[in-house]
């Protein structure tokens, strides 16, 4: 059974940094491209960024690209998002995934999330 434990999250003001670490468990790791996604209040989930299987080729979203980080190692079953200038518009429940950003939503798997609020 695939489970995926998000952590990290937190209040934060804008400009300020957060770093979310995801542990996974119950599948082979290292074979899967995994994503991180998020919720904003009201609004469905968004795909945030995406990493390959060995950590080198990753994709993210407009809206965060030279802001967010994403990395992986695969010997601590583990996915990371460093999350830099945070905004407002940030603010969400961000959940790591499995699969990558063509096929998280219709197959992948993903956990309880992590709250992140950006705010003075």
């Known amino acids: 059974e695939v489970q995926l434990v998000e952590s990290g999250g937190g209040l934060v003001q804008p400009g300020g940094s957060l770093r979310l670490s995801c542990a996974a468990s119950g599948f082979t790791f290292s074979t899967y491209d995994m994503s991180w996604i998020r919720q904003a209040p009201g609004k469905g989930l968004e795909w945030v960024s995406s990493i390959g299987t060995a950590g080198t080729s990753t994709s993210y979203a407009d809206f965060v690209k030279g802001r967010f980080t994403i990395s992986r190692d695969n010997a601590k079953n583990a996915l990371w998002l460093q999350m830099d200038s945070l905004k407002p518009e940030d603010t969400a429940v961000y959940f790591c995934?499995?699969?990558?950003?063509?096929?998280?939503?219709?197959?992948?798997?993903w956990g309880q999330g992590t709250q992140v609020t950006v705010s003075s």
């Open positions: 995934a499995s699969r990558g950003r063509l096929y998280w939503r219709r197959f992948g798997s």
